[in-house]
């Protein structure tokens, strides 16, 4: 995307015309840096620069914290959490759900690549905090959305359509919420992690796939916490939880199929 001289070259009637293109887009000025699986976004206003995680942690990362430290989710403890129902179109508490097999020990346990699921804010909190970082605030959440443009006006992260050159962006519901999902996508429920592409921050997973845990305090909904970036389950004349700026909240012990979470931490 960067890039700071270009040089096209092109033959007119036997000539050969050289034209150099000069970019000093903002974007220049802002290469990301990535380390350790996080890229830093600088501030803006009164949000100050911050690590984000490049992907929501996954099935195999939310292992590594359970083997280390023996937390127990809440969905574990509660013993049950929310599950949508393909065949009735319908959400239902079902019991025996977890991070592991968060549509039940008969649906086949979770991929390690893909999100983790069926946890909690509370969940999330307790590894973020593990790791050594925190969950990343809604404001943090969307300037990421925007690739660190304040000013961004596209509809989704990657751009202003579903899809590019043909192929799907980010994982959602095509067809007709609750319905028909047609997977034109090719995923039902979640995908690999990074499967979608990359925003322009080298960031993925920010539209689709999973919802997402901020820190936040609903604004709407007292008592609950803000969820970002919509889940495989949005359909876009429904939901549209994908595009920059979508929103969803839950409570802070809520464990759901489609809910998921990234880190952040202080630059
Ligand atoms: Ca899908």
Not at 95 to 117: E, I, N
Not at 157 to 178: C, I, L, M
């Amino acid at each position: 995307m960067c890039s700071g001289v270009t040089i096209n070259m092109k033959h007119l009637s036997g000539f050969l015309s050289v034209i150099f293109s000069v970019f000093l887009l903002a974007a220049c000025q802002n290469k990301p840096v990535e380390k350790d699986g996080m890229v830093l976004i600088n501030g803006h206003d009164d949000i100050k620069s911050y690590w984000l995680d490049v992907s929501p942690v996954t099935v195999a990362q939310f292992d590594k914290f359970v083997k280390a430290t023996g937390y127990q989710t809440e969905a574990e403890k509660f013993g049950d959490g929310g599950v949508f129902d393909f065949n009735l179109g319908v959400w239902k508490l079902q019991k025996g759900v977890t991070w592991q097999y968060p549509f039940g020990q008969d649906s086949g346990a979770a991929k390690p690549d893909h999100p983790v699921t069926m946890v909690s804010w509370n969940d999330a909190v307790a590894y973020c905090k593990w790791a050594g970082k925190r969950l990343p605030t809604s404001e943090e959440f969307i300037l990421a959305e925007k690739n660190g443009h304040p000013d961004y006006d596209k509809t989704y992260t990657w751009g202003q359509d579903f899809k590019e050159n043909g192929v799907y962006k980010a994982n959602f519901w095509q067809g007709s919420f609750p319905g028909k999902n047609t997977v034109d996508d090719g995923y039902l429920t979640t995908s690999p992690v990074g499967h979608f592409g990359k925003n322009e921050l080298g960031i993925s997973d920010l539209g689709g796939n999973v919802w997402q845990w901020c820190q936040d305090d609903s604004d709407e909904r007292q008592g609950e916490k803000v969820q970002r970036g919509g889940s495989y389950l949005c359909d876009p004349s429904v939901c549209h939880g994908f595009k920059v700026g979508g929103i969803a909240s839950s409570s802070p012990e809520t464990s759901l199929v489609h809910v998921g979470f990234r880190a952040a931490r202080d630059e």
